[in-house]
């Protein structure tokens, strides 16, 4: 788990700090203040050297990621000035430190192709300037830094990440960009059943949908889908279950598969019935603990921060397990909401809405 993290120069964020995070992190704010870009920031961290997470980052905000030119990194610098450095390091519970440092390289010529008049098959050659994206990352542990960069290879098929390396942190991150893929949510159950750990996410899915009785995976059309028991003579596709019971199960899923690392969640609450979120927030919690998972959420609903404060509940290994901070914008450090702080849980709610 980490205990501390910084980000400087990434997205709207140009200088913040966490401090004394804790297994289960909430994150309020208004409209606008970076709560989303925190979430992303730490994504990009825990990546480590795989620059291609920065791309899938682009991908997740519906960003141009096909306006192949010199800009096409801008969005991911404070200012969107793509000159400066960003820099995002942590401390974990062990005292590890780690730090990583993501820049765009000198401009180069390249031949691109593109369907001439924006349409059909035919593909004429033309001149163009691209600027790689790099990052080099550093741990205590390591004589020298990992050095990566996202390059344009035409003759590849785009855009390549020079080196696959493994991060030594399991990390898994939900945007507010839709439900998590089916696939992902497929792959994830296919694990949980061979491990035979599913009892703890069909009890998480009776929470927000009580009919539910059990849940399986299956390919009748060639692809892997997961399907919910509902006491009906037939199985259902989860692809037509609501939205918050496919995003509850994306993010319980990711918890037992990603064991010992940390599970990132934007606007938690999204799809959730508020009278659901305390027994959510509980297993959710129970989970973490099971699989020593960190959670770091956003939300913007009182309800779901009252939901967390009843839920999460101190005890002898975790201590106070839930830490809550509200970002303001141009400040460098949150404000802490630890529990034994909040002079009054309806002032605070006050806040928060």
Request: proline share 5%; net charge negative.
């Amino acid at each position: 788990m980490l205990r501390s993290f910084s980000v400087r120069n990434f997205r709207c964020l140009e200088d913040l700090e966490l401090h004394n995070l804790a297994r289960v992190n909430l994150v309020v704010g208004d409209n606008d203040v970076g709560k989303t870009a925190l979430l992303e920031a730490l994504y990009a961290h825990l990546s480590q050297a795989n620059v291609l997470f920065l791309l899938n980052l682009k991908t997740l905000r519906r960003s141009r990621i096909f306006a192949l030119d010199e800009t096409i990194w801008q969005d991911l610098f404070f200012g969107l000035d793509d000159s400066k450095e960003i820099h995002v390091s942590s401390v974990d519970a062990n005292g590890m430190e780690r730090s990583s440092k993501i820049t765009v390289g000198p401009s180069a010529q390249i031949a691109l192709t593109v369907p001439p008049g924006g349409q059909g098959f035919d593909r004429l050659p033309r001149p163009g300037f691209f600027r790689p994206l790099r990052v080099e990352y550093r741990d205590a542990g390591m004589q020298e830094p990992l050095q990566n960069e996202l390059a344009l290879e035409p003759d590849k098929g785009g855009l390549v990440q020079k080196h696959q390396l493994n991060p030594d942190l399991r990390a898994y991150y939900f945007s507010t960009a839709g439900p998590p893929e089916s696939q992902s949510v497929a792959s994830h159950l296919s694990q949980l059943l061979i491990a035979k750990q599913r009892t703890l996410l069909v009890r998480l899915a009776k929470v927000i949908d009580e009919r539910i009785q059990d849940l399986s995976v299956a390919s009748p059309k060639g692809v892997t889908e997961v399907f919910v028991d509902l006491g009906e003579p037939q199985l259902l596709p989860l692809t037509l279950m609501g939205s918050g019971v496919v995003r509850a199960l994306g993010i319980a899923s990711a918890i037992p598969v990603h064991a010992g690392g940390i599970v990132l969640v934007d606007e938690i609450e999204d799809g959730i019935y508020y009278k659901r979120l305390n027994e959510l927030w509980s297993g959710i919690y129970e989970m973490s603990k099971t699989f020593d998972v960190q959670i770091v959420a956003s939300t913007h609903s009182a309800e779901c921060v009252r939901a967390a404060i009843e839920a999460v509940v101190p005890d002898l290994h975790d201590g106070d397990p839930l830490h809550v901070y509200r970002l303001d914008r141009g400040q460098r450090l949150p404000v802490p909401y630890e529990r034994e702080s909040l002079e009054s849980v309806k002032e605070f709610l006050a806040e928060v809405r």
